[in-house]
């Protein structure tokens, strides 16, 4: 028998708890127990997950690709004496799907950051980001310059027009990219992504955790978030590369006013280091520090080295 309206709430509710499992084990794993907090934002209207960790000052984290909140457990385990507010960005994790094609990109993230920051008491607030999450800080840095303190950004990200595509992106942008999203995964293919983005050492070496891929695991098998990065990756690309309105002109890194932290690690393949100097080159109080082996998370390589540099930096 097919199953009825109820049939169907049962089953997403048992996929959601799955999902909830590998996530807290793999907190727990750190030592860490994050409260959750769901965020109706209003303009744009989406429904988002917010993940709390530890009191003090603020620092919002926004991630990249399909590695949302508890990807960054181990890096924030070094940052005791914060309070660590780690998002869901849309349609990744446990947050609501958003449609991005309705508005100016870099406009909607605006509006919709800042929502989340008045929802959660936030005046002003460091940001961390990594990738696409790294676009996504810089974004709010220059519309709402008043609400951000320090900037700190890791991984290659889609910060210049020039920025060249990476072939899984445009793989996964192309009709194949709708059977891929559908596809079985397993600790193997966890490990398999992760050697692709520059972390084979780190997982020949047992430093990548069994808990983070049973949770990326879960992440693939138990929610939507492939789909919907696929949506995100549809929207922010054209014929000729990314979209001109993702990116950033010179004019808008100049107007990063805040001090900015740019964390990199050697082994990312999804730039270089020369294309990262550039771009740390336009920013007007920017610095960068090399991972050296590290890949595109830099903290899951070298936490200690991560934590370390970035608790400094945003303690001033």
């Known amino acids: 028998m097919t199953p009825g309206p109820a ?13 909830r499992h590998a996530e807290a084990t793999l907190w727990k794993l750190y030592g860490l127990d994050p409260t959750d907090q769901f965020i109706d934002v209003q303009s ?14 603020p620092i919002l984290f926004i991630h990249g690709g399909v590695w949302p909140g508890a990807a960054f457990a181990s890096l ?33 993230i605006a509006q919709l950051l800042t929502g989340v920051l008045d929802a959660a008491g936030i005046e002003r607030t460091h940001v961390v980001g990594q990738e696409v999450g790294a676009a996504w800080v810089l974004a709010l840095a220059v519309a709402k310059p008043a609400r951000v303190d320090r900037v700190a950004l890791t991984g290659a990200a889609p910060l210049l027009r020039e920025q060249p595509v990476p072939t899984f992106l445009k793989v996964l942008a192309s009709p194949i990219g709708a059977l891929i999203v559908r596809l079985p995964q397993s ?57 001109p309105e993702v990116t950033f002109e010179a004019s808008e890194f100049a107007r990063v006013e805040q001090p900015t932290l740019y964390i990199y690690g050697t082994n990312d393949p999804e730039s270089t280091v020369d294309r990262v100097r550039h771009v740390v080159g336009l920013l007007p ?20 080295q991560v934590g370390e540099r970035v608790r400094g930096f945003l303690a001033g």
Request: aromatic content about 6%.
């Open 76 to 108: 924030i385990r070094e940052l005791s004496g914060f309070r660590c507010v780690i998002l869901d960005r849309p349609g990744c994790g446990l947050s609501s799907a958003l449609d991005y094609s309705k508005d100016a990109y870099k406009t909607l």
């Open 187 to 243: 600790r193997g293919q966890a490990r398999s992504i992760l050697r692709q983005d520059g972390h084979g050492p780190s997982v020949e070496a047992g430093r990548i955790p069994d808990a983070y891929l049973d949770w990326h695991v879960a992440l693939m098998r138990e929610t939507a978030t492939m789909r919907n990065e696929r949506a995100l990756i549809r929207a922010t690309l054209g014929r000729g590369g990314w979209r």
């Open 285 to 304: 109080a920017a610095e960068l520090h090399l991972i050296e082996g590290g890949g595109h998370l830099p903290w899951l390589d070298d936490p200690g």
């Open 44 to 57: 744009p209207r989406v429904r988002v997950r917010v993940q709390v960790v530890g009191s003090g000052t």
């Open 7 to 19: 049939g169907h709430e049962d089953a997403a509710d048992a996929r959601i708890e799955r999902y």
